[in-house]
């Protein structure tokens, strides 16, 4: 449905080898003991140029410094463990770089906000190289890149076991810009950006592709033309081009949240913090052909994908409906419902026309149950 | 030498009984399980009630709000991994949770900035109960009134194995007012807070309690007469006093950083970006008359403990001479020695007059042999 905006490896120029061939690799050089903690702050962190009216003083002190423009600063904060929200057996450490702060991000662009600086602290086991911590780094540098922020402070140390990554990214908009998840209004509509399900599907090719490996270990994982889906999982993006649209359109959504989560949550969120009720339409959910096809494949229901797979980083938002007009032509929002009274509740009119109640089945970690 | 200015189970709640009984318990209550991440947010992060003028909106979106107030921000982020900064065996959760902080505001301080707002993430392994993250939570809350700061953001994730903590802290001065580490002159009166070595010896204590208690889990562990040094291990402060007194005496240092690593990894620092030398008189280092003796029951030199032990979290700064005699009946802050020419090194007096280069041996937690 929505066009394919990239392809996961093709923009990270230090790593244009596709995934099949780095996915299981197992390197094992420069140990980090070898440096200190110091000198791996300046070796890694170096590389990073981009500067900032607003820096007056980035990494190398005890503190960042920030001048403040007159603007409201939106800050947040996020952390990514190893074999919680990532799996090194299949994704490349350029890719967890750059997925550290593209999701990160996605939070600054959740608020309506323009993304500017980032402090990153690592925690690292000794299975890590020296230059397994550089992929990283790549890959943190290619996102800082895209998103033109500027990484002004952060960390290293070590860990027992595996590797933790915390970012946190502040951003600014003008006061009256700034777009919180308790804003929407009775009769608004709801309105999603990209396609949904992809990231979820992804993952679980990943998974698929990883137990064929583990069975035999000489069976190269087979990746063939799901590219799109595998790329959304690994390293997605943060929608800061919807958030330049809507200043282009000048729409100011009543509220919005980024879609980390899998989209039921997130309209709970909303529901919650908004004091509404939503009614959504199944068939308006902007699920891609690909990721159609694999939920078919894996005897899955698209749609629960859309709903429910998370790590999308789309952004939800609702806009009064005198602003129409302006986003209908939009290529990559889709409007999928509207905005009711708390009362009528969290529904979904699937395609036969059944009216069920939404569930929220958001990635909680912490359900031991989940994977 | 300094007085004793906290006693390290004494200014929290919750948590009165003394370290021995609680150091080697474990519990086995409700688990995280039960909860879901974002129950335990709200749960977790409730109890925190200050405000402040500067807090738009905190907690609970997908991003912070601040609002500039004419003032440079700093900002600074730090990582505190389980079994390498501490270890539960000894350290209680509540004390854990109030060094994050503290440590954190500490780097605020050592840029002569006062703190106003933090950002903590946490991940968590499923040996952690709900009690126990309250615990944490209520070290977190005592530090945050105690530095009068607003928990403004953050997230909570599982891990695979142990606790790690991510803190964010903000603060602000008036432009002209912060101190970077790069300011030192030549001439500048070099001077700490408080006194050196005691968190060091503080965990050389627990260390060997711990060893008599994996040896025979009958034995309890003896940190008799022990207190401030072990509190200064469990539960150090961060000196914004000094910060205030410094306002209060209208100095400003030329160049500031605060003691994680060492006197002499930080005086490094100093020198390297300061680009400066530095005299040091060993009789001028400001040593408690505990963490002296103590020392010297490990066969250890004093000396060799104030200048390397880390995490006293004093204050480092150079003042100029002129400033004397603003800062000289200051009761906790001590002149160690001054800055010289780049080319005169970075020295050592003894308590004999002999003369020997400073070395460099902070706490680099990547050199395989360290703890």
Sequence with gaps: MSQRNFSYHAQINRNER?????????????????LGEFKLIDHLTKPFTITKNETILGIGDDAAIIESKGKH????????IENIHFDIMYSPLVHIGYKAISSNISDICA???????ILVSIALSSKYTLQAVEELYVGMRAACE????????????SSVTGLAISVTAIGYANKKAIVKRSGAKEGDLICVSGDLGGAYMGLQILERE????????????DLEG?????GRQLRPEARKDIVDLLEKLNVIPNSMIDISDG???ELFHLCKQSKIGVKIYEDKIPIDQLTYDTALEFNLSPTTCAMNGGEDYELLFTIPQSDYDKIKNSMDVTIIGYCTAPHEGKELITKSGNVVPLEAQGWENFKEDNP
Tied chains: 1, 2.
Excluded: R
């Design 18 to 34: 596709p995934l099949q061939e780095i996915m299981f690799e197992h390197k094992d050089k420069t140990s980090i003991s070898s």
């Design 73 to 80: 600063q939106v800050i947040s904060t996020d952390m990514l």
């Design 111 to 117: 608020m309506n906000a323009k993304p500017n600086q």
């Design 146 to 157: 895209k998103y033109d922020v500027q990484l002004i402070g952060g960390d290293t140390s």
């Design 210 to 221: 990883k137990q064929v490996y583990l069975e035999s270990k000489e069976m190269q994982p």
């Design 226 to 230: 799901k590219d799109y889906i595998v």
């Design 263 to 265: 989209l039921s949550s």
